[in-house]
């Protein structure tokens, strides 16, 4: 069985969840839309991609815990930068 969530404290996603979790006698979360927008949809920290990135980690984070997991129980992630500038990236 699929159980999909939506944080009620994150800014909700269009047309999808924040959470996919499957329980087959293992439990395991897909997650999306750890993006660096506050619970308003405003971009958090416009120009300063440090600040963005702490967002999407605490984004990540809170919807972790609303499925009753955390940050070390992830195993895997693919993050996804946009810059216009290749120095951003560093």
């Not at 959470?19 to 120009?47: H, I, N, Q, W």
């Not at 991609?49 to 693919?78: K, M, P």
């Amino acid at each position: 069985m699929v159980r999909r969530t939506t944080v009620p404290s994150l800014f909700p996603p269009p047309g999808y969840a924040h959470a996919a979790v499957v329980e087959t006698g293992s439990r395991l979360a897909f997650m999306a839309g750890s993006v660096p927008l506050d619970k308003d949809g405003t971009l958090v920290g416009p120009g300063d991609f440090a600040a963005q990135a702490a967002q999407v980690l605490a984004n990540l984070e809170t919807a972790l815990h609303a499925i009753g997991s955390d940050l070390s129980r992830v195993i895997s992630t693919d993050v996804y930068v946009v810059a216009s500038e290749p120095a951003d990236l560093s």
